[in-house]
Antibody, heavy 115, light 112 residues
């Protein structure tokens, strides 16, 4: 059974960098696509980007200038870095497997941007 | 970006009765391979979204057959043939035809 688990700080200061890691068990990240999706009351569900099985990335144009998604295949993890955060980046962040039909979701982690 | 518009946004339902949710996209989700890149999700209270239907009309593994996805192009529907109490939550459609992936606003289903 595939499981995804997000980890990282729950509180980030404005203008700093939000960094999260997703640890995948039950399947290799060298297969499939791996996404970051966030959810807030203001914006609903918002796709951030993905890294695919070969390491290629693609990002939402609205976040592209601030986002990097990377991976560590030796640890079967992929990560999200979002720089220059503001209060508008406060959300529950999910890591999700899949491209056309994302199927496995992590439980989500709340990240609050506040001084 | 492709805009996904769901209706209604709130849907009170009676157990045992049918229910229907509409999702319309601002551009066609029908691909040259004949598939519609549209998925439906249910987010139960306190949980992550779970995949119900993929490619417009295919039920995900373990999803009861009372959930029926249909439609093509820009117009899609999720029907629940007989609502059960465990079906409450927020339903979302999502398109994967273009980057960025985009979601509908959500339809909150609750028991009357």
């Amino acid at each position: 059974q595939v499981q995804l688990q997000e980890s990282g700080p729950g509180l980030v200061k404005p203008s700093e960098t939000l960094s999260l890691t997703c640890t995948v068990s039950g399947g290799s990240i060298t297969l499939y696509y791996w996404n970051w999706v966030r959810q807030s009351p203001e914006k609903g569900l918002e796709w951030i980007g993905f890294i695919n099985h070969s390491g290629r990335t693609n990002y939402s144009p609205s976040l592209k200038s601030r986002v990097i998604i990377s991976r560590d295949t030796s640890k079967n993890q992929f990560s999200l870095n979002l720089r220059s955060v503001t209060a508008a980046d406060t959300a529950v962040y999910y890591c999700v497997r899949g491209d056309v039909s994302p199927d496995y979701w992590g439980q989500g982690t709340l990240v609050t941007v506040s001084s | 970006d492709i805009v996904m518009t769901q209706s209604p946004l709130s849907l009170p339902v009676t157990p045992g009765e049918p229910a229907s949710i509409s999702c319309r996209s601002s551009q066609s989700l029908l691909q040259t391979n004949g598939r519609n890149y549209l998925a439906w999700y249910l987010q139960k209270p306190g949980q992550s979204p779970q995949l119900l239907v993929y490619l417009g009309s295919n039920r995900a593994s373990g999803v009861p057959d009372r959930f029926i996805g249909s439609g093509s192009g820009t117009d899609f529907t999720l029907k629940i043939s007989r609502v059960e109490a465990e079906d409450v939550g927020v339903y979302y459609c999502m398109q994967a035809a273009q980057i960025p992936r985009t979601f509908g606003q959500g339809t909150k289903v609750e028991i009357k």
